[in-house]
């Protein structure tokens, strides 16, 4: 139930397209929901978070949806860069949770020009 | 830059010897946490520390020891360790534990190999 599953494991885009990772849960108690992005030989980052209180947050050309009965959320990176060649982590934490955040396994992303 | 620094960024050890990975952070925050990245698995949060108390220790083996001096400071002491404890070894720290909103900031990381 703690567990956070990510898809897909690597996505290959051209550039101007559209990314979309995909992210589930269980635990319902989860009330926080970060993206992160990591280049190599560098840690992860936060991109964008959303709360469960709605149901989109748009960042520039990153999206987050996120779907509270369906326990998924997305994310979407429009007009795709080769700059935005990186490996993303969904992830949830809960409040009174010392701030533990649980991660999904991660998503390789390729833009190609 | 994160304000998040480690050292060494590469480690290279054998199964016997003793090594202490370090952490420190500029961001003036209260918490730090240890985490471990392997291969196709999920960042694994293994210890946190608010205002220098461990408050998790996600079931860790004893051969990974943390220290907390001091909120700016986090080691993480290796012995004995098993070639399946090679890794990235990230630490990260955020204002404090409280709530669930806390960005975490994280350093770069150490590559841990064992021989």
């Known amino acids: 139930q703690q567990q956070v599953k990510q898809s897909p494991q690597s996505l290959i885009v051209q550039k101007g397209g559209i990314s979309i990772i995909n992210c589930a849960y269980e635990?319902?108690?989860?009330?926080?929901f970060p993206w992160y992005q990591q280049f190599p030989g560098k840690g992860p980052a936060l991109l964008i978070a959303?709360?469960?209180?709605?149901s989109e947050k748009k960042e520039g050309r990153f999206t987050i949806s996120f779907n509270k009965s369906a326990k998924q959320f997305s994310l979407h990176i429009m007009d795709s860069q080769p700059g935005d060649s990186a490996t993303y982590f969904c992830a949830a934490s809960r409040s009174g949770g010392y701030n533990k955040l649980i991660f999904g396994a991660g998503t390789r992303l390729a833009v190609h020009p | 830059e994160t304000g998040v620094t480690q050292t060494p960024r590469h480690l290279v050890m054998g199964m016997t010897n003793k090594k202490s990975l370090k952490c420190e952070q500029h961001?003036?925050?209260?918490?730090m946490y240890w985490y471990k990245q392997s291969a196709k698995k999920p960042l694994e949060l293994m210890f946190v520390y608010n205002f220098k108390e461990q408050t998790e220790n996600n079931s860790v083996p004893s051969r990974f020891s943390p220290e907390c001096p001091n909120s700016s400071h986090l080691f993480l002491h290796l012995h004995t360790l098993q070639p399946e404890d090679s890794a990235l070894y990230l630490c990260a720290s955020s204002q404090d534990t409280s709530g669930s909103y806390n960005e975490q900031f994280f350093g770069p990381g150490t590559r841990l190999t064992v021989l």
């Open positions: 959303i709360r469960p209180d709605v």
């Open positions: 961001l003036g925050h209260n918490a």
């Open positions: 635990n319902t108690a989860f009330d926080y």
